[in-house]
């Protein structure tokens, strides 16, 4: 599978990803670092389809760059931000200072941990390679462990959900005393 | 290409973090712990390659519990913008000690 075309393709999307989303740290305006932000899923999206996750792709693109970025443009929309403001939009000098020396020890960590093996009792095996995918398709292979192993954390997201919307709309209703 | 995109999604992680101590906005924060989000599904998805499918399932998981944190953050933005009129974050600091 990695063939030149498939490596060029990988480099190119990562490449965009990591552009975008400098893009998106560094706009003023809400509303264009959010469309850089889309951008930024849409190339994970398509890094998800390269690493064979096919419906991890499909639902990043339906759920994060769907649904979730929508969600945010209208709370921009419904607050009037769209604008950038006046002052500038970044921290002092000690947020700044703080940001860079965390970044500087995230990408020490990276630099740090490259050539480094993955232990070994880590390894349970059960990779799975295109063929797997191919038999069991796209949808069933990621299905089969999500409503067997882990049934129990997926009906027990449907609570957390309730609980999200009904918090949601108790933090997020105009009061009685408001409203006159 | 594992190494690649463990690499990408540090970097990821990274340029999150720094937008999060950075930026004054309070929906741009959130959008950078958005992409923080995204980034450990990348290494999630990466991962899985090698160890099986589990991976993808915990990345379904991390997308519902994303989903949940910006409908209840983004009403909180909403009940404190009612009160003080801005999400500049500097300017929120009633608990400030």
Known sequence: MPNFFYEVHFYLFGLLAIA?????????????????????????????VMLEAHF???????VYAGAIMVVFLFVVMLLNLGEASAIADTRGKWGRLAAGLLGLALLAQVMALTGKRLPEPFTPGGGYDSVAVRDQGAVGS???PLFNEYLLAFELTSILLLVAIVGAV???RRRQADAR | MLAESLALSAVLFTIGAIGVLTRRNAIIIFMCVELMLNAVNLTFVALSKVYGMAGQVFVV???????AEAAVGLAIIIAIFRHRQTVDLENINLLKG
């Open chain 2, 61 to 67: 998981f991390v997308m519902t519990v994303a989903a």
């Open chain 1, 56 to 62: 991890i792709g499909v639902i990043q693109v339906l």
């Open chain 1, 170 to 172: 108790v933090i997020g």
């Open chain 1, 20 to 48: 975008s989303s400098i893009a998106f740290v560094t706009r003023k305006s809400p509303v264009s670092a959010a469309l850089w932000l889309v951008s930024t899923m849409f190339c994970l999206a398509a890094l998800y």
């Open chain 1, 142 to 144: 990621v299905a089969q």
